[in-house]
């Protein structure tokens, strides 16, 4: 009798239905999908899930802290831009008086479209595994807990989940009349749960869960803000050696009620078909560029960054869709960031998010300056923080022109080159005062006071006007093309030779007068000091000295900080050779085992040793940090010269940051503070893997692949798949063995031309396999150094 009462139980627990089967197990439904646990000492740092309309950003020991700074403590929990939802949630299991809160999980599991927190109650013979999913294109967010008995008696317990809810506007809310108000709150009973609404706005949060709720109440509101905090209880019954699973729905919107119940309705019936569909779309996400090397830990960062890339997504339907800069403090939309990362979006086959964030960034722009200048900062709410530093007008030209080369589509170019002109004309007419086309301001570097003739802008700016000139061409104003041909020429020359220090052996942060200099000096001596730098005071004191002494009533090159932008004539392989070869080498002083310095005199003790950290201050800088943007612009630099090796040891240098801190992603600063994840991390590694190791090279609209491999020496194997070129995907197999090199390229559009560039390493043979070919299955060349161009036609 006893068994057929427990399995009696077991049977009508299952099939109850308060117990939704639509939703199974999020354990089975992840099961073979790539996974990674964090480290325990990390339990207590965010983590984010993140969705294209909704991402939850909370601690990885389950709980919500307090957290952020671009709006102070609020920039964790639930977003559903261009409000918040929640400040999170908790939950807590009840024996009458006995109370145990989900707050100090023992592992936290990430997965690429999900996030675990594993807990284990040992008193109570319990192991309760905590998800969180969040759907593509919906503004709701499912929460489920798998608890499992794995004791052999009865166990009877309340279930109480609070939602902290705070529905508040984003950053700058305030320019376009969003104002907060205190949150309020009902018990729906249709819906058996909670609707919360602010008082003066059409903003709600609902939630409920699958399993009827025995009790509810408010709650005592632990969050700074104008929210509220309500609970539903449900009462859990588990058999010895069973498992229950109960669902969590959390919906939102901006707009109306209706929009908010009408999703939380829509994630209950078909929760299981979003996770699936989710769940295959990262699958192809993998497949597209899949990359195998010997490295395995350099392999899954590049894996886990084509995840990444798609966490930065977000969409504010009435304005547009666009990749963010960063989570949790930088969740909006950004000019120079995206100038970096679409590049690397284009190389992992992520091209529909490209296309979406430069029609932003060119509406935005049109709408707020009206004069090709782009923008640089727009919270989700459309107001603009920054109108525009002067790199990012020049940097839009060359993003146009290196997307083209991958879709090959003359209506893109003709869409955005009035935006490029207009741009390049307010670029020169209005920020070169004294006509030497060196435009003046801001760049990357945001130092106050550093808003002379930049090093990082001058370049740009020449690149802008050579890649804008090939616009030109192809649409046909050969006039425009000669003008800006003409003045990339201008500007390529004297940047070699006006902002080069033989002194130095690098390229200067700026040109200015002798004044703005002694006082840039005068701070960066105060900043050296503070930061017990005696070897950079010393190095500033004889540059202040020598101004003193050889005094100029013209403009001059200056290296005061050796910032990282001096490395941008590398990147963009524009530098002279030999300045490139010198300026290359100064910089490996200037980094530590995780990247190079933002800024070179902060330069530490761990430069030159194999470990080392960045303590973050209090209040947040970037003031002696070593982050991957400047890191991902020296491998580029050095690819760019001839020196895979090297380029590889800066990549080697960045994936020692991947998964420090919050499995699966690497943060802004390494190795681990400031943003938990950030767009243009994909920049520093597929644009070096897939166009410079690999040498893949489109050139869409002649239907032209160009293969120019430069292989690291310690990549003696390795392939990259499924590369997408317009109309075509192409994958590319090396393997080196013995002196010899066996090459083969495959596509799957024979419409298309493949120039095989053969690296020039003097090897003793070369043997290019190129399969399957009519009639023929190798080809094989002497190389004795020489560069081997030849022209094939194949397909899968």
Not at 27 to 52: C, Q, R, W
Not at 517 to 546: C, G, H, N, S, Y
Not at 668 to 689: H, K, R, T
Request: proline content about 5%; hydrophobic content about 40%.
């Amino acid at each position: 009798m006893r068994f057929i009462y427990v399995l009696l139980l077991l049977v009508i627990f299952s099939c109850s239905p308060n117990n939704k089967s639509e939703t199974p197990s999020f354990n089975n439904l992840m099961d073979e999908s790539p996974s990674i646990t964090g480290k325990p000492e990390y339990l207590n740092s965010p983590f984010v899930t993140a969705g294209d309309r909704v991402y939850v950003v909370g601690h990885q020991d389950g709980s919500f802290p307090e957290l952020g700074w671009h709006i102070k403590d609020e920039m964790g929990g639930i977003w559903n831009h261009p409000i918040k939802l929640m400040d999170g949630f908790e939950v807590a299991l009840e024996w009458g008086e006995e109370a145990i809160v989900l707050n100090n999980a023992e592992s936290f599991t990430n997965y690429p479209m999900a996030g675990k927190h594993s807990f284990s109650i040992e008193e109570k013979g319990l192991a309760i595994d905590h998800w969180q999913f969040v759907p593509d294109h919906k503004q709701g967010i499912l929460i489920q807990f798998i608890i499992e008995n794995k004791s052999n008696q009865e166990q009877s317990f309340n279930f109480q989940f609070t939602g902290s809810s705070d529905l508040r506007p984003t950053w700058l809310g305030e320019r376009t009349n969003m104002v907060d108000d205190k949150d309020t709150a009902e018990f729906d009973s249709s819906i058996d749960g909670w609707i919360v609404k602010d008082g003066s706005n059409p903003w709600f949060t609902v939630f409920t869960s699958d399993e009827k709720s025995t009790a509810h109440q408010s709650e005592e509101y632990k969050y700074s803000g104008k929210g509220v905090a309500n609970s539903i209880t449900q009462e859990i019954k588990l058999v010895g050696k069973s498992t229950a699973i109960i669902n969590y729905f959390v919906a939102g919107s901006y707009t109306s009620k209706e929009d908010a119940l009408n999703t939380l309705q829509d994630l209950k019936s078909n929760a299981h078909q979003y996770f699936s569909a989710k769940k295959e779309r990262y699958a192809q996400l993998a497949n597209q560029s899949k990359l195998t090397i010997p490295d395995k830990k350099l392999q899954k960062a590049f894996e886990w960054l084509k995840y990444n890339a798609d966490w930065m997504i977000q969409t504010v339907p009435e304005i547009g869709t666009g990749i963010t800069a960063g989570i949790p403090d930088y969740p909006w939309w950004f000019g120079v960031d995206s100038e970096y990362a679409l590049k690397g979006y284009m190389a992992v086959g992520q091209h529909d998010i490209v296309y979406k964030t430069i029609s932003l960034l060119d509406s935005l722009s049109e709408v707020t300056n009206g004069n090709g200048r782009i923008i640089h900062e727009t919270s989700t709410n459309g107001a603009v923080f920054n109108p525009g530093n002067i790199n990012e007008t020049p940097q839009f030209a060359s993003l146009i022109w290196e997307v083209y080369q991958w879709n090959g589509d003359k209506e893109f170019l003709k869409k955005y080159f009035p935006t490029i002109k207009k741009g390049l004309s307010w670029l020169m007419e209005e920020n070169d005062e004294n006509k030497n086309l060196f435009p003046d301001g801001f760049g990357m570097m945001e130092i106050h006071g550093m808003d002379a003739e930049m090093i990082d802008v001058a370049v740009y700016t020449q690149k802008a006007f050579a890649d804008a000139a090939q616009i030109a061409i192809v649409l046909g104003e050969q006039a425009v093309a000669d003008e800006y041909s003409t003045t990339a020429a201008n500007l390529k020359s004297k940047i070699n030779d006006e902002f080069w220090s033989d002194e130095f052996n690098s390229y200067a942060d700026f040109i200015g007068s002798d004044e703005q200099a002694l006082k840039l000096i005068d701070d960066a001596i105060i900043r050296a000091d503070t930061l017990k730098k005696p070897w950079a005071v010393e190095e500033l004191k004889q540059t202040k000295a020598f101004i003193k002494a050889n005094p100029s009533k013209e403009l001059r090159p200056f290296v005061l900080h050796h910032n990282w932008v001096v490395n941008t004539p590398m990147e963009m392989g524009i530098a002279d050779s030999a300045k490139a070869i010198k300026a290359l080498n100064t910089a490996e002083q200037f980094v530590n085992p995780f990247g190079v310095f933002v800024t070179g005199i902060d330069r530490d003790e761990s430069a030159g040793t194999d470990d080392g950290s960045f303590k973050g201050s209090k209040i947040f800088s970037y003031t002696g940090a070593v982050m991957t943007l400047p890191t991902s612009v020296q491998a580029v630099g050095e690819n760019n010269y001839g020196h895979p090796d090297k380029a590889l040891n800066y990549l080697e240098r960045m994936t020692r940051s991947f998964s420090y801190a919050h499995p699966g992603s690497m943060y802004e600063v390494s190795p681990d503070y400031g943003m938990l994840v950030q767009a243009w991390n994909i920049y520093g590694f597929a644009v070096p893997i897939v166009k410079q190791f690999f040498g893949i090279n489109p050139d869409v609209a002649n239907k032209t692949i160009v293969i120019a491999p430069q292989m690291p020496t310690s990549w003696d194997k390795a392939s990259l798949e499924n590369v997408i070129v317009g109309a075509n995907e192409v994958s590319v197999f090396y393997e080196m063995s013995q002196g010899k090199l066996i090459l083969k390229v495959n596509q799957t559009n024979p419409d298309y031309k493949l120039k095989i560039q053969l690296p020039k390493r003097g090897f003793d043979l070369v043997k290019s396999s190129i399969e399957p070919l009519p009639n023929s299955n190798k080809y094989q060349f002497e190389t004795n150094d020489k560069l081997v161009e030849i022209d094939l036609n194949v397909k899968n």
